[in-house]
């Protein structure tokens, strides 16, 4: 039989009160709570002990504390990342996040799902379901991103917003649950070209 970890990672049911899936969790509360703990004056060593619990980091990746992180080794960051105050990362099936992704204070992602019907749920029976980000996303403050959504490249998420379903790319999606309010066209890109040309000026 697969082990409960394996079960896990493939979206299946498992039971989470497991000695495997206890010892990763466990390690990934020890370093939350070490890298909550830093301090501006450390940040070499907040940056070693990221790259310990999280299972990939790019290059320039840097999350303001404090953080939490379910067990981190199923999460992946590209580079040039940033997360505000306060992010969660329940990352019980993988969580990948592409290059040059903000997101606000208060964003969380949400792999781990339990059932709907009460019986098999008072069982500890649960689900995860893989989150993806694309490339060039900012995600707004208090977002909350649940189990099995993909958001595209070139993505600007409304600050508040529930993601229940997959984002396409190149829009602006916002509300709850989040629906795509625009495409992000050229008449934005001559907007903040012109904007960026401003500050350049004076
Ligand atoms: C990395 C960091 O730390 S970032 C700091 C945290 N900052 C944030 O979280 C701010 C996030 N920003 C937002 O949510 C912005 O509203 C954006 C970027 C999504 C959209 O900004 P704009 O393009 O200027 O949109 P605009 O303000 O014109 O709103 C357009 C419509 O969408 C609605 N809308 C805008 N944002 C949201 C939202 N978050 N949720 C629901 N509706 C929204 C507006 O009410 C408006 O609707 P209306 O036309 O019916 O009045």
């Known amino acids: 039989m697969r082990s409960q970890k394996e079960k896990m990672l493939a979206g299946d049911l498992y039971i989470a009160a497991d000695a ?7 390690r990934a509360r020890k370093l939350n709570r070490l890298f909550n703990a830093t301090t501006e004056d450390g940040l070499d060593v907040r940056d070693k002990i990221l790259r310990e619990l999280i299972g990939e980091v790019g290059k320039n990746v840097y999350i303001e504390p404090p953080f939490h992180a379910d067990y981190g080794l199923n999460t992946s960051i590209g580079d040039n990342f940033y997360a505000n105050f306060d992010a969660i990362f329940v990352d019980d099936c993988p969580v990948k996040i592409g290059d040059n992704v903000m997101f606000g204070p208060r964003v969380s992602i949400y792999t781990a799902g339990h059932p709907i019907d009460a019986t098999v749920r008072n069982e500890q029976l649960e689900y995860s379901q893989p989150i993806t980000i694309g490339n060039n996303v900012w995600i707004g403050g208090n977002a909350v991103i649940n189990p099995g959504v993909t958001i595209g490249d070139n993505v600007v998420i409304g600050s508040g917003s529930i993601i229940t379903h997959s984002i396409p790319d190149n829009v602006v999606a916002v509300g709850n649950p989040c629906h795509v309010l625009r495409e992000i066209n050229e008449e934005d890109k001559a907007y903040w ?8 000026e004076n």
Not at 193 to 200: G, L, R, V
Request: aromatic residues 14%; charged residues 45%; proline residues 0%.
């Open 193 to 200: 070209e012109n904007k960026k040309k401003q500050y350049f």
């Open 20 to 26: 495997q899936l206890d010892a990763d969790s466990k």
